[in-house]
């Protein structure tokens, strides 16, 4: 029994046709709005590297490496991504009225074509079924006052999947209702028709038909909805993941690339005909703008960001939603070269331009390779260099940079002076150069923690020297606060001032140096072999040359995101501390922000709404003695939050632990 | 409205501060506009803004050293000019012989409005500004929080002890700037490469002449004792331990 039979007089294949026509054309018209939106964009070239992307799009997409990374809806969602992809062919079939299987019959693939849709089928099946008892019965907060889209979304797949079930059975059986034909290669089929055999005929013909038109119905649907709701990135994942970013996790891009493949230099760059940061929707680049389209809505990197953990003005996944929202409401005037009166940035807020920490773990968590936080650190380079508009705090800092090369302000010529009475080589030409940063410079509790690992170094006969007075910020609070030329102005005289000194391998306590003198420098023309300091240790300890005793108190270790996540390094101060951590429920390259990145650690926080309180609550939570860190920032803010949350817990660099229980 | 703003280069109060031989040695000084002055500057251009014109600002300063960032930020503010008079024997601490010279320089420029700081924080005389006025012989206002320009007159503001008073003046007249009058904007980037295309004169003046004062002798303030953080482990241990140092110690119990 099938349903492929005149309908009111007319063939069924005119009407399907003429509903085919509808949906595809309203599909591809729209697909094509989209495309046409998205080569607004700027250039952003990454038609590169094409067997590696081949490789990445095989693992991240038709793998799912990172959307199982949530074990059940990732899960589920694998399982009707890939049930699918086994079955999209049977829409064909059962579009002509079975002529693909008629000629996958004559190749002698028939059988095993209709085992595969069923498995696809059933895959699908099993994969809803998870879905809507996680969004009905379980119900995770995350999506509590979600709209009721997803819902629908995942009844009508089902409704998709069982109807064909029921064609699928049906055409077992013949115009009597009795059994033709069981056909062993389509056993849920073959299931779905033992229960219509003996069905009164008119009455099973009646639900073919219905169950047919109720299928194209809904596929047709599905080809009109596709580009306007979160199911887009059916499509949009597609440029995402293979166009992913290749440059490390975290690197910004300078402001002007020369053909050498060289930043243009500060004195070089052609101001007056660039646009600094972007603020219109075609300053973003096309893949900037892609992201809005390959949104799936998961949720993922709401759940893991500190900013809106701690109720402030700042959801990832909104930023990616104002992308997609901001082309549909304006998309006439932009794609007619008009400028709306209101910006992108505008619908960003400045107020979720600014509560970010750059810590990477919406990035890191997206799924499909989404990229929020350069387009919040790219808003605020216009905010600062084109708008001079930028939270009041950072107006002092910004000139204490220019003039003292510090955010607080101290003379520069004190800079050294955390060193006195170390008899530190200073300047000279030594295998390592001690990179200092700011932090370990001038505030008190981090000179401390300079001193005690120039003390170690010393201990385990490691030659190295510091700039002292020479040294200057590395750059990073002005690069990820957008005051991208003055960041630049650093970079140029610190490479300056390294490649001067000769310098080719440093190690720095501070993660933030880490990042921009490992990863960021080499564009302006440093190129240089940078370790952090846990990695050194970790090294002089395997190595014999520092002897650590075990500790006999309890340790939990909170990871600065420029170094679990960023650097994707958490060994080395596990190895370098010794012994048994006990880990924070977030940690590792899963390691939540502790408040200080992306400038924040000198922008006013409201009371109620601090990231270091959540932090230093999580470290409490694991009941260990004190708390070990890597980094001045994660020092200053945990600290801080113990003392609000009114512990006396103590927190410490790894160099600190490891000099105590040093063996002399 | 042409506007002229007076502007002293100090040193960076973040400078190796070193007194040899009773003289302070400036050798290592990084210099920098005078805070007080970039609020003029400020309000300077705010009237430019409403009333039109022309910004210069006119500096007094050594033969030999280099000020031109800073002073071109506050070109890229909106200052519109800057003439820089070098003088070889310049020195921060002589109001008198240096108001002679900036009332010369800004005879030629006929300025409806003079604004100054109020004090250069190298010196703290508050002295420069009226000599100046009166050179000119046009009428001084000092240490003002805020300034109103009403057609061709000036309203401002200034806090005298317990009060507030706010005086009249036709124009033109010299302004003194306190510090609550503005907050200085920061320049665009584009301002500050845009600034570069500004006029920016160097002029030499002769060194100074006239009786005037030198400076006998410079000293740094005495270094203070350290304090004495006290240990305990609980706040009433700390508490005792505290009393019995107050009165064992320093004795003022």
């Known amino acids: ?664 | 409205m042409d506007i002229a703003v007076l502007i002293k280069i100090v040193p960076d109060s973040e400078s190796r501060l070193e007194v040899r031989g009773g003289k302070l040695d400036e050798s290592d000084f990084k210099y920098m506009v005078n805070p007080y002055d970039e609020f003029a500057v400020e309000q300077a251009v705010q009237f430019k803004e409403v009333a039109g014109g022309k910004v210069t600002l006119v500096a007094l300063f050594s033969e030999t050293s280099s000020i031109d960032t800073d002073l071109r930020k506050m070109l890229a503010i909106g200052a519109d000019e800057v003439i820089v008079l070098r003088q070889s024997d310049y020195r921060g601490d002589r109001p008198a012989g240096n108001a002679t010279v900036l009332a010369e320089a800004l005879k030629p420029l006929q300025p409806d409005l003079v604004l100054c700081g109020v004090q250069g924080i190298d010196y703290y005389q508050c002295a420069t500004g009226p000599m100046v006025a009166h050179q000119l012989g046009i009428p001084h206002i000092a240490s003002v929080t805020q300034l109103e320009l009403a057609n061709d007159k000036l309203k401002a503001w200034r806090q005298v002890e317990g009060g507030l008073q706010v005086i009249e003046t036709s124009m033109p007249a010299l302004i003194t700037c306190q510090k609550d009058l503005n907050k200085v904007r920061f320049p665009a980037l584009k301002d500050i490469m845009f600034s570069k295309k500004k006029p920016f004169e160097n002029r030499a003046v002769p060194a100074a002449t006239g009786p005037d004062l030198t400076c006998a002798q410079a000293s740094l303030p005495p270094a203070r004792g350290g304090g004495e953080i006290i240990d305990g482990k609980t706040p009433a241990e700390k508490v005792t331990t505290l009393l019995s140092k107050l009165r064992t110690e320093a004795k003022v119990l």
């Open chain 1, 1 to 664: 029994m099938d349903p492929f039979h005149p309908y009111f007089g007319i063939e069924w294949y005119w009407l399907l046709g003429a509903w085919a026509a509808l949906s595809i054309g309203a599909h591809m018209w729209q697909v094509g709005y989209i495309v046409r939106l998205i080569r607004l964009g700027g250039p952003d070239d990454r038609f590169n590297a094409w067997p590696v992307r081949m490789r990445e799009f095989l693992r991240d997409w038709l793998g799912q490496r990172k959307v199982i990374e949530d074990r059940l809806a990732g899960g589920a969602h694998a399982l009707i991504f890939w049930g699918f992809l086994l079955l999209v062919s049977d829409v064909l079939d059962l579009g002509t009225g079975g002529m693909l299987a008629v000629f996958l019959e004559d190749i002698y693939l028939k059988d095993f074509w209709n085992i595969v849709v069923d498995i696809g089928y059933l895959l699908a099946g099993t994969g809803i079924t998870i879905a809507l008892y996680r969004r009905v019965v379980l119900r995770p907060a995350k999506l509590r006052g979600a709209s009721i889209e997803g819902e629908l979304i995942l009844l009508a797949i089902m409704g998709i999947i069982l109807t064909a079930f029921l064609l699928e059975g049906a055409a077992m059986i013949d115009s009597e209702g009795a059994l033709a034909e069981r056909d062993g290669w389509e056993p849920v089929g073959a299931l779905f028709a033992s229960f219509m055999i003996n069905m009164d005929p008119a009455m099973l013909q009646t639900w073919v038909d219905a169950s047919f038109w109720l299928h194209m119905l809904l596929i047709g649907g599905f080809l009109v909805e596709i580009p306007q709701t979160k199911h887009s990135h059916l499509l949009g994942t597609i440029p995402n993941v293979l166009f992913q970013d290749h440059a490390p996790l975290g690197k910004q891009k300078p402001l002007q690339m020369a053909p050498n493949g060289l930043a243009v230099s500060t004195d070089d760059l052609d101001i007056e005909n660039l646009s600094l940061g972007t603020s219109n929707y075609s300053d973003f680049s096309w893949r900037q703008i892609s992201d809005g389209w390959a949104c799936t809505a998961c949720a993922r990197c709401q759940d893991v960001c500190p900013a809106f953990a701690s109720g402030k003005g700042l959801n990832p996944m909104q930023i990616i939603f104002d992308v997609k929202d901001y082309g549909w409401e304006h998309g006439r005037q932009l794609l007619a070269g008009e400028t709306p009166e209101e910006s992108l940035i505008d619908r960003f807020s400045e107020e979720a331009i600014w509560a970010c920490t750059t810590c990477f773990a919406c990035v890191d968590a997206c799924p499909v390779h989404i990229e929020h936080v350069p387009k919040l650190t790219d808003a605020r380079r216009h905010l600062v260099m084109e708008a001079a508009q930028f939270p009041n705090e950072l107006q002092a800092v910004f000139e204490n940079l220019e003039r003292n090369s510090n955010p607080w302000g101290f003379g520069a010529h004190t800079r050294g002076d955390w060193a006195e009475g170390l008899e530190l080589k200073v300047g000279e030409p030594a295998e390592y150069l001690f990179y200092v940063g700011c932090a370990g410079s001038f505030d008190n509790r981090n000179k401390q923690v300079s001193r005690t690992l120039a003390r170690l170094m010393q201990q385990a006969d490691v030659d190295f020297s510091i700039l002292g007075e020479t040294e200057m910020c590395n750059g990073d609070l002005a690069r990820r606060s957008g005051n991208e030329f003055l960041f630049q102005t650093l970079a140029e005289m610190n490479v300056t001032t390294l490649q001067e000194a000769g310098v080719q391998k440093i190690v720095t306590a501070c993660p933030h140096c880490f990042h921009t003198l490992g990863k960021e420098y080499g564009d302006y023309g440093g190129d240089f072999e940078v370790v952090h300091h846990t990695q050194l240790l970790a090294e002089l300890r395997e190595q014999g040359k520092l002897k650590v005793s075990d500790r006999d108190t309890t340790l939990t270790y909170h990871d600065p995101c420029y170094m679990g996540r960023i650097d994707d390094s958490h060994d080395a101060p596990r190895k370098a501390l010794g012994g048994e951590i006990l880990e924070m429920h977030r940690c590792r390259d899963k390691t939540f922000c502790c408040g200080a990145g992306g400038a924040r650690m000198w922008v006013e926080e409201d009371a109620d709404k601090r990231v270091n309180l959540i932090r230093a609550q999580e470290a409490l939570d694991t009941g260990a003695d004190e708390v070990g860190t890597g980094c001045p920032f994660c020092m200053t803010m945990l600290t801080d939050g113990m003392k609000t949350l009114g512990s006396e817990t103590q927190v410490r660099d790894v160099s600190e632990i490891m000099a105590e229980q040093l063996e002399a």
